[in-house]
Nanobody, 121 residues
Framework: QVQLVESGGGLVQPGGSLRLSCAASGFSFSFSSYVVSWYRQAPGKERELVAGITNAGDSTNYADSVKGRFTISRDNDKNMVYLQMNSLKPEDTAVYYC????????????WGKGTLVTVSS
């Protein structure tokens, strides 16, 4: 029953912005007990961590490549996670995945199917 559904991907020109959303449902514990991260995987490359946010939303971390351009946030009341992406570059092109991990029972680790972001002129 666990579902993470990403949305908001698409085609954008370099320098543009997109906001990705991740809708969470079906968790055994409250959504607020899950640490959430955004990962991305470009063609021919390994999946990499883009941004993470603690269950309470009080702390975030970012890959050096996106720091200052991307912002992760969450709304636990709505079971939603967001990734605001600004100043997009062609190298940001990838499938972006939402990941949720229970903060205590870390084997409860779930993934969405991804949403494609293409940055191109």
């Amino acid at each position: 029953q666990v579902q993470l559904v990403e949305s908001g991907g698409g085609l954008v020109q370099p320098g543009g912005s997109l906001r990705l959303s991740c809708a969470a449902s079906g968790f055994s514990f409250s959504f607020s007990s899950y640490v959430v991260s955004w990962y991305r995987q470009a063609p021919g490359k390994e999946r990499e961590l883009v941004a993470g946010i603690t269950n309470a939303g009080d702390s975030t971390n970012y890959a050096d490549s996106v720091k200052g351009r991307f912002t992760i946030s969450r709304d636990n009341d709505k079971n939603m996670v967001y990734l605001q992406m600004n100043s997009l570059k062609p190298e940001d092109t990838a499938v972006y995945y939402c990941n949720a991990r229970q903060d205590l029972y870390t084997w409860m680790d779930f993934w969405g199917k991804g949403t494609l972001v293409t940055v191109s002129s």
